[in-house]
């Protein structure tokens, strides 16, 4: 990997992972406003959120971290990887629950997984 390759692995991930953080606080307002203004249904307002997060989420990940068009290949990948992040999430929760782990650990597992594994995936997948 040349400096260049490596330079821009670098900023990806770093736009990667803002996005995340924004994408994650607009996640929770979503769900916040729902259950305070639409209904009081957190598996419903967490629904809700999930899918704007993930709309978010691609838009800028894919003109903003990875500098790509928005493209129904990119858009379809980009859905098969939130869906295998979201499986993998469960695991790692259920894994450490199965450990005997404390739950905020198991939080922590997925906080530190799911984020490296989708960026991986769309860095060497769903953006090439």
Request: some cysteine.
């Amino acid at each position: 990997m040349t400096s260049a390759e490596r330079t821009a692995l670098i900023q990806r991930g770093l736009r990667f992972a803002v996005t995340g953080l924004f994408v994650t606080a607009l996640h929770a307002l979503v769900a916040v406003l729902f259950i305070n203004y639409v209904a009081p249904l957190p598996p419903v307002a967490n629904g809700v959120a999930f899918a704007v997060a993930t709309v978010v989420s691609y838009l800028i990940n894919t003109t903003w971290s990875f500098s790509a068009r928005l493209h129904g290949r990119t858009l379809l990948r980009f859905m098969m990887v939130s869906g295998a992040g979201f499986l993998l999430a469960m695991l790692v929760a259920w894994a450490a629950q199965m450990a005997g782990l404390h739950y905020l650990l198991g939080i922590c597992a997925v906080a530190l997984t799911i984020p490296a594994f989708t960026f991986v995936l769309h860095n060497f997948w769903t953006y090439r």
